[in-house]
C-alpha cells in the first residue's frame, strides 16, 4: 500500500471557526490531491498541488486553501467552516507518467469532518 | 467539464454471480482508473485502463477509447466485492486530476 497517512482522522467543530487538515506521504509523488465525498456526488476535487509551493483549484474550491512547502506534506485548510463542508475528505497522490498525463492514484484513508 | 456517468447505479448479485459494470465519458481521456471503496471507506485502486483490456484474478475491465466507455467485469462474485465501484477520467484537455463518476453500489448476499 502506498504510504499516505491523513491527520486528524475524525473532527467535530463548530461554524466560523478554522480547521486545517494534513495530509502526508512517504512516496516522494510529484502530484497531490484533495477530494471530498458527500451522498450523492462521488468524488469532487477540491484543489491539486504538481509540486512544491505549485497547485491549483480543483471542481469545488470556495472556502479553501491548500499549501504544499514539502514535497511529503499537504494542507487543506478551511478559513472559516461552514455546515456544508460537513464531509469526507480523501488525499490522494499520483506520479507524472509523461507530460500531461499522470499515474495511477493511490488514497488515504480520509477524514471525517463535522461543523455543528 | 468531463461528464462520466455509471450504471447501474444500485447491483445485489448472489455470492458466486457474474456481474458487469460500466462507465461511460463524454470526451477523450488520457486516462482511466477503476476504484473500489469497501464499507469501511477506503478506496483502493482496481485498475489503470486507458485503453484495451487488463485482468486481475477475478476482475477485468475494458476501455474502448474511440467509443468512450469502460467496462468491469466481476466474476464468481464474493461478499468481500461489496462496496462501491468508481469510474474516474483524466480529460486530454485541462489539468493533470480526475473526474469521477456517482459509482456503482455493489452488495453481495450469501
Known amino acids: 500500500d502506498a504510504g499516505i497517512t491523513q491527520s486528524p482522522r475524525h473532527k467535530v467543530t463548530e461554524t466560523g471557526t478554522p480547521v486545517t487538515l494534513r495530509c502526508h506521504q512517504t512516496?516522494?509523488?510529484?502530484?497531490m490531491y484533495w477530494y471530498r465525498q458527500d451522498p450523492g456526488h462521488g468524488l469532487r476535487l477540491i484543489h491539486y498541488?504538481?509540486?512544491?509551493?505549485?497547485?491549483d483549484k480543483g471542481e469545488v474550491s470556495d472556502g479553501y486553501s491548500v499549501s504544499r512547502s514539502k514535497t511529503e506534506d499537504f494542507l487543506l485548510t478551511l478559513e472559516s467552516a461552514t455546515s456544508s463542508q460537513t464531509s469526507v475528505y480523501f488525499c490522494?497522490?499520483?506520479?507524472?507518467?509523461?507530460?500531461?498525463?499522470?499515474?495511477?492514484?493511490?488514497f488515504g484513508p480520509g477524514t471525517r469532518l463535522t461543523v455543528l | 467539464g468531463i461528464q462520466v456517468e455509471q450504471s447501474p447505479p444500485d447491483l445485489i448479485l448472489q455470492e458466486g454471480a457474474n456481474s458487469t459494470l460500466r462507465c461511460n465519458f463524454s470526451?477523450?481521456?488520457?486516462?482511466l482508473q477503476w476504484f473500489h471503496q469497501n464499507p469501511w471507506g477506503q478506496l483502493i485502486n482496481l485498475f489503470y485502463i486507458p485503453s484495451g483490456t487488463k485482468q486481475n484474478g477475478r476482475l477485468s475491465a475494458t476501455t474502448v477509447a474511440t467509443e468512450r466507455y469502460s467496462l468491469l467485469y466481476i466474476s464468481s462474485s464474493q461478499t468481500t466485492d461489496s462496496g462501491v465501484y468508481f469510474c474516474?477520467?483524466?480529460?486530454?484537455?485541462?489539468?493533470?486530476?480526475?473526474?469521477f463518476g456517482t459509482g456503482t453500489r455493489l452488495t453481495v448476499i450469501p
Open positions: 490522494a497522490i499520483s506520479e507524472s507518467l509523461r507530460a500531461g498525463v499522470t499515474d495511477t492514484q493511490y
Open positions: 498541488s504538481y509540486g512544491v509551493k505549485d497547485t
Open positions: 474516474a477520467v483524466e480529460p486530454q484537455t485541462g489539468a493533470n486530476n480526475l473526474f
Open positions: 470526451d477523450s481521456v488520457n486516462n
Open positions: 512516496e516522494n509523488h510529484r502530484y
